[in-house]
């Protein structure tokens, strides 16, 4: 390191104390941010953005849908660096601990509502820019920052700012998949329905009716065993399919109240994970392959698979295909350098890392833009890793991307 960098590392804790990093994670955690309903997070992380000197603006995504984007340094050039995180939130659980948007410290850990996936990953995008701009380093290049929407659904944001020209040289994701790892190849999503139309008909009348529940339960028997063909030796147990939402009842909303007749209108909802190098089109001519089995066995019925799904359930919306770049890509040899210098952590694992690479993310998107790219991200500890993020993960993401921005574009 050259003197310069030297004093930067030595500055970061007083740059921004963990105090107050907590802080800004506290901040968006007590902002729910479920997916399409991101704009008042996006709202949130600007005034953070301008309150610590960081000129930001809105992307309108679709109507009334922002997502924030920052950028420090040149107002001309690419992007030396690019920090993409997402706005949107996992729904919650029955088993949530607390109250889920007020966040809660219990040593190394920092309990809230989405803050596993992503909103600690946020705030050390927030922490490494806010150092950056208290450092008073000049920036020879920009830094982009992405707060973006939609990446529970393919990654409609990510998608909408690589359109809007928004591009960088390399780019950094910090999901959830701990600073001891960094991650650059991943799985591809594919997020489905199944639909299943029949007729109704009322109970004492059973026999005249074409029950869509139960040609659905049928159907997607036969998609548990079904052989998709979708196999990469690295990538075990691929493909793996999840029905993760069953809806039924009568007419083309799945009216519910009719319980007296059988439904005519029956959807799955599915998530399925497959390997590179598989394309979207492949995946939906295997699951056809199986409808078409499925058509035959009970033609009294119609069996449509819906991709992308109905956007009344927020399910989806872009394809999400697998991210495959190489493990010693420049930004990953630069990280695991950097890591050490700022935390007791190491970079442990690069590449393929399973089974943290079934996930799907917005690095796809990227990468297939050209920009070089990797996850590394904060992340919390067994047993209840989703619903807490360990401060000491996050401390060492922020100071990490600071670091690489230092370098990047200093």
């Given at each position: 390191m050259n003197s310069s960098t030297t004093t930067f590392v030595d500055q970061l804790p007083r740059l921004l104390p963990d105090d107050e990093l907590v802080q800004l994670a506290a901040g968006l955690t007590a902002v729910p941010s479920f997916t399409g309903q991101e704009t008042p997070l996006a709202f949130h992380v600007r005034n953070v953005l301008a309150r610590n000197d960081i000129h930001a603006y809105h992307q309108e995504v679709q109507p009334g849908r922002l997502q924030t984007i920052a950028r420090l340094g040149p107002e001309r050039g690419t992007p030396a660096l690019l920090l993409n995180g997402h706005l949107d939130m996992d729904p919650l659980g029955r088993d949530f601990p607390g109250e889920p948007f007020a966040a809660r410290r219990d040593?190394?850990?920092l309990y809230g509502a989405g803050l596993h996936n992503m909103k600690s990953g946020l705030a050390a995008i927030l922490g490494a820019a806010i150092a950056v701009r208290r450092s008073g380093i000049g920036l020879e290049r920009p830094l982009l920052l992405e707060f973006v929407v939609g990446e529970l659904q393919g990654g409609v944001g990510t998608r909408h700012a690589l359109r809007s020209g928004l591009t960088a040289d390399a780019a950094v994701v910090p999901e959830p998949y701990s600073v001891r790892r960094v991650i650059t190849r991943t799985a591809g999503v594919h997020k489905f329905a199944i639909v299943v139309r029949g007729i109704t008909a009322h109970t004492s009348r059973h026999h005249e009716g074409v029950d869509a529940v139960a040609i659905l339960r049928r159907v997607l028997d036969l998609l548990d065993t079904a052989d998709l063909g979708l196999h990469n030796d690295e990538f075990p147990p691929l493909p793996r399919h999840q029905v993760a939402s069953l809806i039924a009842g009568r007419g083309e909303g799945h009216d519910f109240s009719g319980v007296s007749y059988c439904s005519d209108k029956a959807t799955a909802l599915i998530d399925l994970r497959y390997p590179p190098p598989y394309e979207p089109h492949q995946v939906s001519k295997a699951i056809d392959a199986v409808l078409d089995r499925a058509r035959d066995a009970f033609p009294q019925a119609q069996i449509a698979m819906e991709h992308p799904v109905d956007p009344r359930f927020r399910v989806g919306g872009t394809d999400m295909p697998p991210m495959d770049m190489p493990a010693d890509c420049a930004v990953?040899?630069?990280?695991?350098?950097?890591?050490?210098?700022?935390?007791?952590?190491?970079?442990?694992?690069?590449?393929?890392?399973?089974?943290?690479?079934?996930?799907?993310n917005d690095t796809t998107h990227l990468s297939r833009a050209g920009i070089e790219c990797c996850l590394f991200g904060p992340r919390g500890d067994t047993p209840d890793t989703e619903h807490h993020v360990l401060i000491s993960e996050m401390r060492a993401c922020a100071d990490t991307l600071a670091l690489l921005a230092a370098r990047r574009c200093g």
């Open positions: 040593g190394d850990r990953v040899r630069d990280i695991a350098e950097l890591l050490p210098q700022v935390s007791d952590f190491r970079v442990e694992e690069t590449g393929l890392a399973l089974p943290y690479s079934y996930c799907g």
